[in-house]
């Protein structure tokens, strides 16, 4: 199970941290990852990392402005966002896979755990 906290709103170029949190006692043996999901459109990959938090990965637009990271100890992930855009305006949701590919990171169907969301909304 995930559970994801930490939206909200915040104005143009400000900060939030979104966490989720993992059940289970093998959280360290998954690659977890952020989508989002705007009104009208499709979900979108925001953030990808390793089982151990040696690689990273992201979507161009976020590249320099997100930063992903867990704590393997907490069974928790965390995406910190900073200058936020009024385009990140969106609900993030937190995912989990154990066996998928590093050419798959980004393919939200390849993704076995999905957390219930949590709405960011960043105001002009």
């Known amino acids: 199970q995930l559970v994801e906290s930490g939206g909200g709103l915040v104005q143009t170029g400000g900060s939030l941290r979104l966490s989720c949190a993992a059940s289970g006692r093998t959280f360290s043996s998954y690659r977890m990852g952020w989508f989002r999901q705007a009104p009208g459109k499709e979900r979108e990959f925001v953030a990808a990392?390793?089982?151990?938090?040696?690689?990273?990965y992201y979507a161009d637009s976020v590249l320099g402005r997100f930063t992903i990271s867990r704590d393997n100890a907490k069974n928790t992930v965390y995406l910190q966002m900073n200058s936020l855009k009024f385009e990140d305006t969106a609900v993030y949701y937190c995912?989990?896979?154990?066996?998928?590919?590093?050419?798959?990171?980004?393919?939200?169907?390849?993704?076995?755990?999905w957390g219930q969301g949590t709405l960011v909304t960043v105001s002009s």
């Open positions: 990392i390793d089982r151990n938090g040696g690689s990273l």
């Open positions: 995912v989990a896979d154990k066996n998928i590919i590093v050419s798959a990171l980004r393919n939200p169907y390849q993704y076995d755990y």
